[in-house]
């Protein structure tokens, strides 16, 4: 008996892999069980069929990590719970090292993952073989090992969730595809099927590398395309026995998997091979690519060498099939900007069995509850620009991201595809200047500049990179004399209207109720306190606001503020991003260097801290904001950009005098640890409050008709905090702290870092991160422990703070 379609349903997934039947598991373990999941073939018959099945945990971010853990997890229950096999075992992971840089990767990673207890043993030559007796380890400088990783059979754990969704009510129907979603008044109401349509309160959007297409249909930009990825099976050979774990050797771009005595051996090469430009055929259903062994050839040679017994071992299988990769490697997933009731899982990079468990959990939990039960914002759909989804961009950035799966996670890494894409009006003046730039949302920004007869590339390494030297003269001529910083690539945004002071009264934390020409830091908070945007809000006028975010953010916080305008509010926003260059005057000689090339007065009097208004500036009208990012007297000037190349050349002619600088974002990276000041991303995110993170002096607790995110506030206000953000500098001066590394208080992990540079003007590596709070415990808790941090398995003494270590009354930045 065919199951007819039923006319509506709480939400409707689309896509049948094992990122879409771990949804619907999840949804119906929550309550939501009014769940139909829509296959345009067969289960599974998309990717998830060839995946080769390997559960590794340890990621490059916490949160990341944590999910895979859960999934792990999950799947070791999963067979019990619904009577399906999913050959799912626990034989662990070996990943070799055989240069310094790769190994320091894994040892940061290792320390990284005793913050949540998941066991990573760090091994050497030795300790590798005696895991996997059958490889060669003279060349290895070492390795690590993780018991609790595993493998699995990727369609039977599909299955298994899909019995489990079905024994929770959900309704899956296959050769059911779907044609279109309907969309009214910008909200998606339903799909709509060749069996008929079906109306919807959400539609989740998981269907692997269809899922740009579909997206598409609606105006929604899913910035994903299709590689070739290629494996081989051999036959059984000596050796080869059950327990052997599944192993990578990252520096030859493979990774092995025993598989019934026989080698599933893969690759990760460095330069991939899209698929699917024209187009994915309507019949596509547990299809095979042609092979080509002449771009596989150079992983099978290194594999040999790394495993000789493979030289005389026979070929059962030589499979090649498209998977799904992205601009940054890191999977979409969330509400879409584009469309209300829209949710997006797709673009796994490879990694979709050993995620599709923590996807499962936290998408549903979104669905539920309008918020991510976690911080996300590392995968959320809404960190992409629009101009990521085009076909030639996507093209040329896979070739390269398929390969950086296995690629050291070098500091400071920049794309080497797809470049050139956003360039300030400034962008041949910096080249002219020696700028190496770096990309932040497609804009090419100067990182830091290479002084005559430097060349302006990056040469990579956990240690002193070869731009140390050049960012730290930057770093201290803002601290010690004045730079001229690039900042363009600053979202921002109009609010116009006779509602915009009511409409943003909500949603900043901070009081914007201010006489026009003020300038108000705030932070955008949602119902639980989480902090969703960390920005600047000047008052132009009585009806009229700009908003002033970081680049990445530039479709997130348009989103936030959109949808936070009510229907009946006479409010308009409008991104202004492209009508500005942004050139920022730091330092304590920029208020004598300015006042040089403007007739109006600078004057700490006449135009205090956080003041903003119209200046004359050689033969332009600018916009300049006293604020500044990196802890010095100074202005952002925001200039029309037909006028920036002329502010520009008057800036620099008339600084000449003045010492005036070029300064990379580099050294704002560096300036602003210094000082203390947050970055949304890593500092702070959606999961952590004003009162966790040192900004409660940025809440406007009484003011009229309160806030959105003040009433979660003030109860933990009365609860007291469990976790508090901290200021760490390590009293040795040679190590460099990044992110990620746990810090210990008298000899007990209480956090790790969430942001790491070294501070020139402060002589050593500085952090911020977060210290956990015993019950009871306050800022005692910090001022009097003895702190350390672990850098690549050695601990460094560090001094806590919980004030900034540079200028803690701010005297520099209103002098």
């Known amino acids: 008996m065919t199951k007819s379609l039923p006319n509506q349903a709480e939400v409707v997934i689309v896509g049948g892999g094992v990122i879409g039947c771990s949804i619907a598991y999840h949804l119906t373990k929550i309550g939501i069980t009014d769940v139909v999941l829509l296959e345009r073939k067969q289960l599974t018959s998309g990717t998830t069929w060839h995946a080769a099945g390997l559960i590794g945990q340890l990621r490059d971010s916490q949160n990341m990590t944590k999910l895979a853990k859960y999934t792990a997890e999950l799947y070791l229950d999963l067979e019990e719970e619904t009577g399906q096999a999913t050959g799912y075992k626990v034989n662990g992971s070996l990943s070799l090292a055989t240069t310094a840089g790769r190994m320091e990767d894994m040892v940061r990673r290792a320390d990284m993952a005793k913050v949540f207890g998941l066991q990573v043993d760090v091994l050497g030559p030795d300790g590798c073989k005696d895991h996997y007796p059958l490889i060669r380890t003279d060349d290895l400088v070492g390795g690590i090992f993780i018991p609790s990783d595993g493998q699995a059979d990727p369609v039977s754990i599909t299955q298994a969730l899909a019995k489990g969704a079905r024994n929770g009510g959900t309704k899956i129907f296959e050769n059911t595809a779907v044609t279109g979603v309907t969309v009214e008044d910008g909200r998606a109401v339903g799909v709509t099927t060749e069996a008929g349509e079906i109306s919807a309160k959400h539609i989740v959007l998981a269907c692997g590398m269809w899922t740009r297409f579909l997206g598409a249909t609606i105006g929604v930009h899913v910035p994903l395309h299709a590689c070739e990825h290629f494996y081989i099976v051999t036959e059984p050979f000596e050796g080869v026995t059950p327990d052997l774990p599944v192993m990578r050797d990252y520096d030859a771009w493979a990774y092995y998997k025993e598989d019934a005595g026989k080698i599933l051996l893969g690759a990760f090469e460095p330069v991939a091979k899209p698929w699917g430009m024209e187009g994915i055929s309507e019949d596509f259903c547990f299809d095979q690519l042609p092979d080509d062994f002449d771009h596989f050839e150079p992983v099978l040679v290194k594999a040999i060498e790394r495993m000789p017994a493979l030289e005389t071992a026979g070929i059962q299988t030589f499979f090649c099939g498209p998977e799904s990769f992205t601009p940054d490697d890191r999977y979409h997933l969330g509400p879409v900007p584009e469309v209300e009731n829209v949710f997006v899982a797709a673009g796994l990079n490879s990694i979709g069995i050993q995620s599709a468990g923590g996807i499962g959990k936290v998408l549903a939990d979104w669905i539920r509850d309008g918020l991510p039960p976690m911080d996300l914002v590392g995968v959320d759909i809404r960190r992409n620009m629009p101009f990521q989804s085009g076909g030639k961009y996507l093209h040329d950035r896979v070739k390269e991201t398929l390969g950086l799966l296995y690629a050291v996670h070098w500091p400071f890494y920049q794309y080497k595809t797809s470049r050139g894409v956003r360039r300030t009006p400034l962008h041949d003046k910096h080249a002219q200047a020696g700028a190496c730039f770096g990309e932040t949302a497609g804009w090419e920004r100067p990182n830091w500049y290479a002084p005559k007869g430097v060349e302006p590339v990056y040469e990579y390494s956990y240690t002193r990179q070869n731009w140390f030297e050049h960012s730290a003269a930057e770093h201290m001529a803002v601290r010690e004399g004045v730079g001229l910083i690039d900042m363009t690539s600053f979202a921002k945004f109009r609010l116009q209207g006779r509602d915009a002071e ?235 702290l990044y992110h990620n590394e746990p810090v210990y208080r008298d000899g007990e992990i209480v956090g790790y870092i969430t942001s790491g540079m070294y501070g020139h003007a402060l002589g050593g590596a500085v952090g911020l991160g977060y210290v956990k709070f015993p019950d009871g415990a306050d800022a005692d808790f910090v001022n009097t422990g003895k702190f350390e941090i672990e850098v690549v398995g050695v601990k460094y003494p560090a001094q806590a703070s919980l004030r900034p270590l540079y200028d803690p009354k701010n005297a520099r930045i209103r002098a």
């Open 502 to 736: 009511a409409v943003l009264s909500q949603v900043c934390a901070n009081e914007v109720a201010v006489p026009p020409g003020r300038v108000v830091y705030t932070q955008w908070l949602n119902e639980r306190g989480g902090i969703e945007a960390d920005l600047t809000v000047t008052r132009l006028a009585e009806d009229d606001y700009m908003v002033v975010t970081s680049g990445g953010s530039q479709v997130r916080d348009f989103h936030w503020l959109q949808s936070h305008i009510p229907d009946d509010a006479n409010a308009i926003a409008t991104d202004v991003t492209s009508g500005y260059a942004v050139l920022a005057v730091m330092g304590p000689k920029a208020r004598d260097f300015l006042q040089t090339l403007t007739p109006d007065d600078l004057s700490n009097d006449a135009f205090p801290f956080a003041s903003s208004r119209e200046i004359e500036l050689g033969y332009a009208q600018v916009r300049a904001s006293r604020i500044t990012y990196v802890g010095e007297l100074g202005w952002e000037l925001y200039v029309p950009s037909e006028f920036a190349g002329g502010v520009y050349e008057t800036l620099v002619e008339g600084g000449v005098g003045f010492g005036l600088r070029h300064v990379g974002m580099h050294a704002v990276n560096s300036l602003r640890m210094e000082k203390a000041y947050r970055h949304w991303g890593h500092d702070i995110t959606n999961e952590e409050t004003p009162l966790e993170s040192g900004l409660g002096f940025a809440v406007a607790w009484d003011k009229a008709g309160g806030f959105i995110g003040r009433d979660a506030l003030v109860r933990q206000r009365s609860a007291g905090i469990s976790q508090r953000l901290v200021q760490f500098i390590l009293t040795d001066p040679e190590p460099l």
